[in-house]
């Protein structure tokens, strides 16, 4: 069975404050893993598809890395526009396309 | 820009009734998903359907939940009856196909008195 966990559950930050979260996995046949910011009472919005280990993106403040067993999102100097709940899913090979997701890291960003 | 649209945005219920949430994915977009994220969790899936096909409900309680999506566009959820723990965020995802990146929309909060 796939399996997401995500640490820390919740971190704050001050302004200026560069962090990492994690997300670490267990799937048979990783093809792809995807990191979604979830703002309070609104749908998830994509930020980010990675799909193999090595493989690293970026946007604006924000940098994933995938490793074969873990990703790593990358904040660095946040403001507090990037206080959300940034949530990590992976899918597996096969016929069936549905995102596993870990339970999230509720991010603050103080000023 | 494209969006996938979900209604209501709120659904207050009692126990034991039924309720129905709509979703239409992004224009041509084939594959619909439908999750169910509790509080201080992560969605979880409910159904996918591709085109007007159900492709995987096996985590639709089938007792009470059923799904449609009748001309392969727009899709519809239904509780019946619902029960206190059905209280959740219902969203709705679509994505182009496979294994394409799945778009969701802003989510139905239900809540079950």
């Known amino acids: 069975e796939d399996q997401v966990t995500q640490s820390p559950e919740a971190l704050r930050l001050q302004e200026g404050e560069s962090s990492s979260l994690n997300c670490s996995y267990t799937v048979s046949g990783l093809r792809g893993l995807f990191w979604y910011r979830q703002d309070p009472g609104k749908g998830p919005e994509f930020l980010f598809t990675?799909?193999?280990a090595g493989e690293e993106k970026e946007k604006e403040r924000l940098k994933a890395t995938l490793t074969k067993k873990e990703s790593f999102l990358h904040i660095t100097a946040p403001k507090p526009e990037d206080s959300a709940t940034y949530l990590c899913?992976?899918?597996?090979?096969?016929?069936?396309?549905?995102?596993?997701f870990g339970k999230g890291t509720l991010l603050t960003v103080n000023p | 820009e494209a969006e996938v649209a979900q209604s209501p945005r709120y659904k207050i219920t009692e126990k034991s009734q039924a309720v129905a949430f709509w979703c239409d994915p992004i224009s041509g977009h084939a594959t619909l998903y439908w999750y169910r994220q509790i509080l201080g969790q992560g969605p979880e899936l409910l159904v996918q359907?591709?085109?007007?096909?159900?492709?995987?409900d096996s985590q639709l309680p089938k007792d009470r939940f059923s799904a449609e999506r009748l001309k392969g566009v727009d899709s519809t959820l239904k509780i019946q009856p619902a029960e206190l723990g059905d209280s959740a965020m219902y969203l709705c995802a679509s994505s182009s196909g496979g294994f394409e990146t799945q778009y969701f929309g802003p989510g139905t909060r239900l809540l079950v008195l």
């Open positions: 359907f591709q085109d007007e096909s159900v492709v995987d």
């Open positions: 899913a992976v899918q597996a090979g096969g016929s069936n396309y549905k995102l596993t």
């Open positions: 990675l799909y193999s």
